[in-house]
C-alpha cells in the first residue's frame, strides 16, 4: 500500500523560510501527482500547491504564489514545498497527498487525492 509521510515542520519567525519534504512509498511505474494542503483552526482545508507526475505542471494558491515553490525529485520519491517570506497567516497544519488523477489546478479537490499523510505543523511567529 501507497504511504506517505510529511516532515521539516516547526517553529519559524515572520519573513523567515522552511522547507518541506514528503516521501512516498510503494511508488509505481506511472508515479502520482502529489499535492500540499495546508488547514488552521476553525478554517477550512486549502490547496497550497499540486506538481504533476513528470514536474511539467504546477499550480499555487493565490496567497502562496511567489512565495512558496514546489519540485518532486522522482529518484528519491520526494515532494518539497519551499516555503519563503512566511507570513503569520500561513501557520496551520500542512498535509501531502498523493493522486492518480495526474492534472494540477485550483479546481483540484482533496477528494481527488487517494493517499495522504498525517500532517506537519507549521508554526510562524515572533
Known amino acids: 500500500q501507497v504511504q506517505v509521510a510529511e516532515s521539516g515542520g516547526g517553529l519559524v519567525q515572520p519573513g523567515g523560510s522552511m522547507r518541506l519534504s514528503c516521501k512516498v512509498s510503494e511508488a509505481t511505474r506511472d508515479g502520482y501527482a502529489m499535492g500540499w494542503f495546508r488547514q488552521a483552526p476553525g478554517k477550512e482545508r486549502e490547496g497550497v500547491s499540486c506538481?504533476?507526475?513528470?514536474?511539467?505542471?504546477?499550480y499555487y494558491a493565490d496567497s502562496v504564489k511567489g512565495r512558496f515553490t514546489i519540485s518532486r525529485d522522482g529518484a528519491e520519491n520526494t515532494v518539497n514545498l519551499q516555503m519563503n517570506s512566511l507570513k503569520p497567516e500561513d501557520t496551520a497544519m500542512y498535509y501531502c497527498?498523493?493522486?492518480?488523477?495526474?492534472?494540477?489546478?485550483?479546481?483540484?479537490?482533496?477528494?481527488?487525492?487517494?493517499?495522504w499523510g498525517q500532517g506537519t505543523q507549521v508554526t510562524v511567529s515572533s
Open positions: 497527498a498523493a493522486s492518480l488523477y495526474d492534472y494540477c489546478s485550483g479546481n483540484k479537490k482533496f477528494y481527488e487525492y487517494h493517499y
Open positions: 506538481i504533476s507526475r513528470t514536474g511539467d505542471s504546477t
